[in-house]
């Protein structure tokens, strides 16, 4: 098995897998690669690259976003695949683990560009998804109005409209209701029940949030509510930093007028209001807090920069934010690492969430969508505790353990070794 299965290879020396379970792990039940041929504003034909990727489907149908990125190739999208196989299986959702893209800068084609390509996505692997065989979702530079696109591209092509083959959606075509800030509420809850769980006292605790966009922003925005001091947060041109703790509720309506987050200290009245400083996202990484949230992009720490961390905890929101050779520094300096499978798993939850209310046709309100994700989230957030301290291993190796679990009653479900052979 290579490099990328280092975690899951920990998780297996550490836990009793059965030979069939990993055996069935090794490989991508299907990839599927197509050409998008689509006619640009200018006449020109251009034929771009997408992907689609089922990785297991041994617990229900494959579930997983379409990420448009101008880096997007098979092997990111199989990586990706294998993740939320394991994201899936973590949080007890009927799903197996999928994932999609297309090889494409979005910032450089117009809007009706964009409608084109994404429909031509649908009408390529039309036969490949569906609400009992693979359920897309926004990624990386997709969004609501792009599923509700895809959605109605698939209800065309099959002739009957079919909200549960992708979810994300805009509410007015079958949406749910708290899927926008599901990934930092489900953060939320599994951040205060490690607090919990550690005896931590939350006015004490301060956090820097590298990324502030859909996940880190609302995230932001909770912690503050509920007491943490967060003191500072970035976006892709730099960073803010108070000791005294930033105002998230300034900051946020701020960076949403003016989309930078320097301009909220710098040009604004808030600027004589609080004592602030700038940093770089290297600096940002290495401060002194006792929660680093990284909820950007993958890969911003590595071996180069893993020593340079000095928080106590870091909870990875973004998907692969920690690269895994950085894994063993981090814990080395005694850094406690809550992983991604665990740490962003709200989102997908509702994602849940809205393929029920689509299969049902009954719709069900914000109170009940954010009680469910507190359940999910807590059950599962414990579960995943009690597995790191009964095995004494991180909590990473941890949420791989549970996920093994489950992924082997479903692969033995359909006969072991034993059955086949005993009496032979
Ligand atoms: P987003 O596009 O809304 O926000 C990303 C933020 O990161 C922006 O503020 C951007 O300026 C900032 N950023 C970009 N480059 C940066 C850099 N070099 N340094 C610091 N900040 C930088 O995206 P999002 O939906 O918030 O997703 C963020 C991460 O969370 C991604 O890894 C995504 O896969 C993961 N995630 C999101 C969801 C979800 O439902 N939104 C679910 C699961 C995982």
């Known amino acids: 098995m290579g490099t990328k299965f280092k975690r899951l290879m920990e998780a297996l020396s550490h836990t009793t897998i059965s030979d069939d379970t990993v055996e069935r792990l090794k490989y991508p039940k299907s990839s599927l690669k197509v050409s998008i041929p689509v006619r640009m504003d200018n006449g020109d034909l251009k034929n771009f690259q997408g992907y689609r990727v089922i990785y297991n489907n041994t617990r229900g149908p494959a579930k997983g976003g379409i990420r448009f990125h101008p880096d997007v190739s098979i092997e990111e999208v199989e990586l990706l695949a294998y993740l939320m196989t394991f994201k899936c299986a973590v949080l007890n ?4 683990g999928g994932k999609g893209g297309v090889t494409v800068d979005p910032k450089s084609i117009s809007k009706f560009e964009l409608e084109r390509l994404s429909r031509g996505y649908i009408n390529a692997v039309a036969d490949f998804i569906g609400p009992d065989v693979d359920v897309p979702a926004p990624d990386v530079y997709t969004n609501q109005m792009i599923m509700g696109w895809m959605m109605d591209q698939y209800s065309i092509i099959h002739r009957k409209i079919t909200p549960a083959v992708i979810t994300g959606k805009p509410l007015s075509m079958g949406g749910s209701v708290g899927r926008d800030t599901a990934t930092a509420l489900g953060s939320f809850f599994v951040i205060r029940t490690l607090m919990k769980e550690q005896n931590c006292k939350k006015d004490s605790l301060t956090v820097a949030i590298q990324g502030f966009g859909n996940a880190g922003s609302i995230l932001a925005e909770l912690l503050f509510r509920a007491g943490y001091k967060i003191v500072a947060v970035s976006d892709s041109k730099g960073a803010i930093y108070s000791e005294n703790g930033l105002d998230i509720p300034s900051v946020r309506k701020y960076k949403n007028a003016t989309r930078d987050l320097k301009s909220v200290y710098c040009e604004d009245s808030v ?4 004592e602030h400083q700038t940093l770089n996202n290297e600096e940002l990484l290495a401060l002194d807090v006792d ?18 961390v000095k928080a106590k905890y870091v909870f990875e929101v973004a998907n692969g934010p920690i690269a895994s050779g950085a894994d063993e520094i981090l814990e080395e300096n005694g850094v406690i690492i809550i992983p991604d499978i665990l740490a962003n798993a709200g989102g997908v939850t509702v994602s849940y969430f809205e393929w029920i209310q689509n299969r049902t046709g009954h719709y069900w309100t914000l109170g009940k969508v954010n009680k469910r994700l507190k359940q999910k989230m807590v059950q599962e957030t414990k579960n995943v505790l009690e597995v790191s301290q009964r095995e004494s291993v991180s909590i990473r190796t941890a949420a791989y353990i549970h996920a093994l679990n489950r992924l082997e009653e479903a692969v033995n479900a359909g006969g072991t070794k034993s059955f086949y052979t005993d009496g032979i």
């Open 291 to 308: 929660m680093l949230i990284p909820a950007a992009l993958e890969n911003q720490i590595t071996e180069v920069n893993a020593n340079a």
């Open 93 to 96: 959702l009927p799903f197996g």
């Open 271 to 274: 600027c004589n209001i609080l």
